[in-house]
C-alpha cells in the first residue's frame, strides 16, 4: 500500500480573476484540513475579471470581501506555524496566485505558511496511470470507483473544490 510521504498537509483550491498571472488577483481561497476544518474567504476586488470568471465564478462569490492583508492573517492563524505541504489539483495557477497574495516570490520566506513545494493531484493521478483531465467531474471514472458524489460540491468555488479534492485525495489513498 503506498502512502504519501507526510500527513501535515492541507487542501487549497482559489479562484482568480484571470489566467494570466501578471494582472490577475486571488478573488476566493478554500482551504480543508484532513480532519475536515475549513476556511473559506473571499477576498476585495475592483479589477477587471475575464468573461470566463464573469460566467463560472462570479455568480458564487456571495459572502462579505476581506481585505488582502486580512486574508494573509487569518490563513496564518488557520494554517498555524507547522509549514503543511499545500495540496492543489493543478498546482500553477493556486500556489501562483497564494504566492500573490502573500507578496513573495521565495515560498521559502516565513511570510509564506505552507511549506516550499506545492504537491500537485493532478501529477498524482498521472504517475498512478491516471488521465487527469476532468477526473473531479461526474462522469470521471475516478469518481465512480471511489463512490465520490461530485453533484454535492458547486463547480468552480473555492472550498468546494478544496472539500472535493479532500474527499478524492482521502478515498484514493486508502484504496491503494
Same mark, same amino acid.
Given at each position: 500500500?503506498?502512502?504519501?510521504?507526510?500527513?501535515?498537509?492541507? @487542501? /487549497?483550491?482559489?479562484?482568480?480573476?484571470?489566467?494570466?498571472?501578471?494582472?490577475?488577483?486571488?478573488? !476566493? %481561497?478554500? $482551504?480543508? +484540513?484532513?480532519?475536515?476544518?475549513?476556511?473559506?474567504?473571499?477576498?476585495?476586488?475592483?479589477?477587471?475579471?475575464?468573461?470566463?470568471?464573469?460566467?463560472?465564478?462570479?455568480?458564487?462569490?456571495?459572502?462579505?470581501?476581506?481585505?488582502?492583508?486580512?486574508?494573509?492573517?487569518?490563513?496564518?492563524? @488557520? /494554517?498555524?506555524?507547522?509549514?503543511?505541504?499545500?495540496?492543489?489539483?493543478?498546482?500553477?495557477?493556486? !500556489? %501562483?496566485? $497564494?504566492? +500573490?497574495?502573500?507578496?513573495?516570490?521565495?515560498?521559502?520566506?516565513?511570510?509564506?505558511?505552507?511549506?516550499?513545494?506545492?504537491?500537485?493531484?493532478?501529477?498524482?493521478?498521472?504517475?498512478?496511470?491516471?488521465?487527469?483531465?476532468?477526473?473531479?467531474?461526474?462522469?470521471?471514472?475516478?469518481?465512480?470507483?471511489?463512490?465520490?458524489?461530485?453533484?454535492?460540491?458547486?463547480?468552480?468555488?473555492?472550498?468546494?473544490?478544496?472539500?472535493? $479534492?479532500?474527499?478524492?485525495?482521502?478515498?484514493?489513498?486508502?484504496?491503494?
Amino acid at each position: 500500500m503506498t502512502r504519501p510521504f507526510s500527513e501535515n498537509i492541507i @487542501f /487549497v483550491d482559489t479562484e482568480f480573476s484571470t489566467l494570466d498571472p501578471y494582472k490577475g488577483e486571488i478573488l !476566493s %481561497v478554500g $482551504l480543508v +484540513k484532513p480532519d475536515g476544518a475549513e476556511l473559506y474567504l473571499e477576498l476585495t476586488h475592483e479589477g477587471e475579471v475575464s468573461d470566463w470568471v464573469k460566467e463560472n465564478v462570479q455568480h458564487m462569490l456571495t459572502q462579505p470581501k476581506v481585505s488582502r492583508a486580512e486574508a494573509r492573517k487569518r490563513i496564518q492563524e @488557520f /494554517v498555524g506555524s507547522g509549514k503543511p505541504y499545500m495540496i492543489t489539483f493543478v498546482t500553477q495557477f493556486d !500556489s %501562483v496566485y $497564494l504566492y +500573490k497574495l502573500f507578496e513573495t516570490d521565495n515560498p521559502r520566506e516565513d511570510a509564506f505558511p505552507f511549506h516550499k513545494w506545492p504537491i500537485d493531484f493532478a501529477t498524482i493521478l498521472f504517475a498512478y496511470g491516471r488521465d487527469p483531465a476532468h477526473i473531479l467531474d461526474a462522469k470521471s471514472p475516478l469518481m465512480k470507483e471511489l463512490g465520490i458524489d461530485v453533484s454535492q460540491y458547486r463547480d468552480h468555488h473555492a472550498l468546494d473544490d478544496a472539500k472535493l $479534492l479532500r474527499e478524492t485525495w482521502m478515498k484514493f489513498f486508502s484504496v491503494r
